[in-house]
């Protein structure tokens, strides 16, 4: 398995609050992913990362931010937490980059927003 | 743009029976596809991927799929369910060329229920 966790695995936090989520990986790749997972939806990536300090966004970004300032840690921050935020949050990391590359994940993280 | 769409959002099956999980996609270029497996309380990890070459691709725990470029499917198919089969299974295509950084486009995900 590679070496990915996730951290908190379970939070409840109420709306407004500031939360981070923090993913730490040991395999030192280069190519970081944070995805959230909403029944009827699968998995939507939220932001993504090609190195240390670079990020982008993904397709739903709006409300999220992120940090990279190791290899080994992607951070994502919620500024001020809302309902619709309530979600499983994934973490993946990709050695390469390349459209062929396999992504292997985190065990995720549970969020309930109230 | 690409995206990618999963028929049946659950699929109920015998112990014994074949599994057929339905995987379509929209690519205005060569995809890649993926099949991804995800067990209760876990994360996903892969099943098996379509790059270029052999359009039959075998992967782990008995589980194949087939690209269609006519069809522009994926499905994946198992001829004998197990028990231990039962799981949720996404479909995933990622665009080749240019600054894809390997992102991936998920289908909407299919339940698998394994009955004894």
């Known amino acids: 398995d590679a070496g990915i966790t996730q951290s908190p695995r379970h939070k409840v936090t109420e709306t407004g609050t500031p939360v981070t989520l923090r993913c730490h990986q040991t395999?030192?790749?280069?190519?970081m992913y944070w995805y959230r997972q909403d029944p009827g939806h699968g998995l939507r990536l939220i932001h993504y990362s090609y190195g240390v300090k670079d990020t982008d966004k993904g397709e739903v970004s709006d409300g999220y931010s992120v940090s990279r300032s190791k290899t080994e840690d992607f951070l994502l921050t919620l500024e001020s937490a809302t309902s619709s935020q309530t979600s499983v949050y994934f973490c993946?990391?990709?050695?390469?980059?390349?459209?062929?590359?396999?992504?292997?994940f985190g065990p995720g993280t549970r969020l309930t927003v109230l | 743009a690409q995206s990618v769409t999963q028929l049946g959002s659950h699929v109920s099956v015998s112990e014994g029976a074949l599994v057929l999980l339905r995987c379509n996609y929209s690519s205005s270029v060569p995809p890649y596809l993926f099949w991804y497996v995800q067990y209760p309380n876990q994360g996903l990890q892969l099943l098996l991927k379509?790059?270029?070459?052999?359009?039959l691709v075998k992967g782990i725990n008995g589980f194949e799929a087939e690209f269609k470029k006519s069809e522009t499917s994926f499905h994946l198919t198992k001829p004998s369910a197990h028990m231990s089969d039962a799981a949720e299974y996404f479909c995933?295509?990622?665009?080749?060329?240019?600054?894809?950084?390997?992102?991936?486009?998920f289908g909407q995900g299919t339940i698998l229920t394994v009955h004894p």
């Open positions: 379509y790059t270029t070459g052999a359009t």
């Open positions: 993946a990391i990709s050695e390469s980059g390349q459209p062929t590359d396999t992504q292997y």
């Open positions: 995933a295509v990622s665009r080749a060329g240019g600054t894809s950084y390997g992102k991936l486009t």
């Open positions: 395999e030192n790749h280069r190519y």
